[in-house]
């Protein structure tokens, strides 16, 4: 299947639909931690493609969550474990049940 063109991480809708769902809450769902700034798709974009044929859809808000940033897109370690949580989940493994507390 031929990949359709341009990222859908880029560009306006995917912005806009990362800063409202951090104006929702910055309580990263991959540790548990607050001060995400950016998100993680639930099915992940490259999932997407091949699940659904096309990027329709994929930044829709019931797809992403607030996650502490990867290297390249948003250098947000997580303030509490230190981690990047997308980027230590990385692309197609299944979401992990947050690990750490709020004390």
């Known amino acids: 299947m031929p990949q359709p063109p341009g990222d859908p991480r ?21 540790c548990g931690h607050p ?3 950016t998100a993680d798709h639930v099915i992940t974009v490259k999932d997407w493609l091949a699940l659904h044929g096309s990027y329709a859809g994929v930044n829709d ?4 969550r607030p996650a502490h940033g990867t290297k390249g897109r948003v250098n947000n370690p997580c303030p509490v474990c230190g981690q ?8 197609g493994r299944a979401p992990v049940e947050p690990h750490s507390r709020q004390w």
């Open 35 to 37: 001060g995400a700034r």
């Open 10 to 30: 880029n560009g306006h809708r995917y912005r806009t639909a990362v800063a409202t769902l951090l104006a929702n809450s910055d309580l990263c769902w991959l």
């Open 61 to 64: 808000p019931a797809n992403m």
């Open 84 to 91: 990047l949580c997308n980027q230590v989940r990385g692309a």
